[in-house]
C-alpha cells in the first residue's frame, strides 16, 4: 500500500529554471494539498485542491502553479525558481470531511535553488 | 500572522517520565485540532485528534487537552520512550473556512534513555 507517492525525492535547481513535483495518491481521496516546510515556520499550505477539477490558493501561493490531472495526481510548478523556494515540499491527500480526517503526507521533496 | 503557534522549538525528557508539548492559537473559528509527528526524511504522520466539543482525547500513552478559553491545547506523552524522539506538529482546521489545516513551527522532542 504506497499511500502518497511523490518524486522526485531530491533536486537542485539553477535560478529561473522550472520544474514540476509530482504526487500520486492511491487511497482514492478526493482532497489534495502541497505544503511546504521551513525551518523555524512549520508547514505552510501552498494550494490544494478539494477535488477533481478544483484548486485554491493556500498561504503562500506566489511563484507557484498547480494542476489536478485527475483524482489520483495533483502537480506543484516552479515556473522560474528563485532561491527562496528552496525548502521540503510536501504532498497531502485526505478523504471525505477534510479537516476532520487527518492528512496522509508523502516523504517531502528536498528542493534546492542556488 | 501565525495563527497556530508552538512556542518551544525543543524539549529534553528522561526516558518514562512525562514529555508536555504545548500549542497555542489565535483563530477562535478553529474547531478541529490534531497532533503530527515527523522523523527525519519522512513525512507527517498524524498521532491524535480532538475536536472542539471535547476538552480531552486519550489514545494510550498520548493524552491531547484543549483550552478553548484560553486558546491553548497541550499533548501529553507518558511514559515517554527514546522511539518518540521526533518533531512535533500542532494543527488546527475551521470547517467554516473550508477544512484546511494550519500548522504550528513544531517542537522537537528529545527522549534520553
Known amino acids: 500500500n504506497a499511500g502518497v507517492t511523490q518524486t522526485p525525492k531530491f533536486q537542485v535547481l539553477k535560478t529561473g529554471q522550472s520544474m514540476t513535483l509530482q504526487c500520486a495518491q492511491d487511497?482514492?481521496?478526493?482532497?489534495m494539498y502541497w505544503y511546504r516546510q521551513d525551518p523555524g515556520m512549520g508547514l505552510r499550505l501552498i494550494y490544494y485542491?478539494?477535488?477533481?477539477?478544483?484548486?485554491d490558493k493556500g498561504e503562500v501561493p506566489n511563484g507557484y502553479n498547480v494542476s489536478r490531472l485527475n483524482k489520483r495526481e495533483f502537480s506543484l510548478r516552479l515556473e522560474s525558481a528563485a532561491p527562496s523556494q528552496t525548502s521540503v515540499y510536501f504532498c497531502?491527500?485526505?478523504?471525505?470531511?477534510?479537516?476532520?480526517?487527518?492528512?496522509?503526507f508523502g516523504n517531502g521533496t528536498r528542493l534546492t535553488v542556488t | 500572522d501565525q495563527q497556530v503557534k508552538q512556542n518551544s522549538p525543543s524539549l529534553s525528557v528522561q526516558e518514562g517520565r512525562i514529555s508536555i508539548l504545548n500549542c497555542d492559537y489565535t483563530?477562535?473559528?478553529?474547531?478541529?485540532f490534531l497532533w503530527y509527528k515527523k522523523y527525519p526524511a519522512e513525512g507527517p504522520t498524524f498521532l491524535i485528534s480532538?475536536?472542539?466539543?471535547?476538552d480531552k482525547n486519550e489514545d494510550g500513552r498520548f493524552t491531547v487537552f484543549l483550552n478553548k478559553s484560553a486558546k491553548h491545547l497541550s499533548l501529553h506523552i507518558v511514559p515517554s520512550q527514546p522511539g518518540d524522539s521526533a518533531v512535533y506538529f500542532c494543527?488546527?482546521?475551521?470547517?467554516?473556512?473550508?477544512?484546511?489545516?494550519?500548522f504550528g513551527q513544531g517542537t522537537e522532542l528529545s527522549v534520553k534513555p
Open positions: 487511497m482514492n481521496h478526493n482532497s
Open positions: 497531502a491527500s485526505t478523504g471525505p470531511g477534510q479537516g476532520n480526517s487527518p492528512l496522509h
Open positions: 483563530n477562535s473559528m478553529f474547531d478541529y
Open positions: 485542491s478539494a477535488s477533481e477539477g478544483t484548486t
Open positions: 480532538i475536536s472542539s466539543i471535547k
Open positions: 494543527a488546527a482546521s475551521a470547517q467554516n473556512q473550508g477544512g484546511k489545516l494550519i
